[in-house]
């Protein structure tokens, strides 16, 4: 297994960068000096994403709605119906 080096050259910037320093970290060689390889992407990662964010939204939903409903049963909140448009 070929061993990397890690290089931490940084620079000077305006002070705008992500921890407000304005540094920036170059990217990892290996002794050649050769780019590394593209990192491995996840085929269909969008997808799962989507396929996880949106049941538990709606489960979420549904376990709001009961527990609301709930509540104004038990008149623990109960909303008033203000008509303020006089």
């Known amino acids: 297994m070929p061993k990397f080096v890690w290089s931490a050259r940084l620079r000077e910037g305006d002070g ?3 921890e407000g320093s304005g540094r920036t970290r170059a990217a990892r060689f290996p002794p050649s000096g ?3 390889p593209r ?3 996840t085929p269909f ?3 799962r994403v989507f396929s996880v ?3 538990f939204l709606y489960v979420g939903t549904q376990i709001s709605k ?3 409903a709930l509540l104004e049963e038990h ?3 109960v909303p008033e119906d203000d ?3 006089d």
Do not use: E
Request: no cysteine; charged share 15%.
């Open 39 to 41: 990192p491995l992407q």
């Open 16 to 18: 705008s960068g992500p």
């Open 83 to 85: 008509d303020d448009d």
């Open 66 to 68: 009961n527990f609301a």
């Open 75 to 77: 008149d623990i909140f």
């Open 34 to 36: 050769a780019a590394l």
């Open 45 to 47: 990662g969008l997808l």
């Open 53 to 55: 964010v949106i049941p």
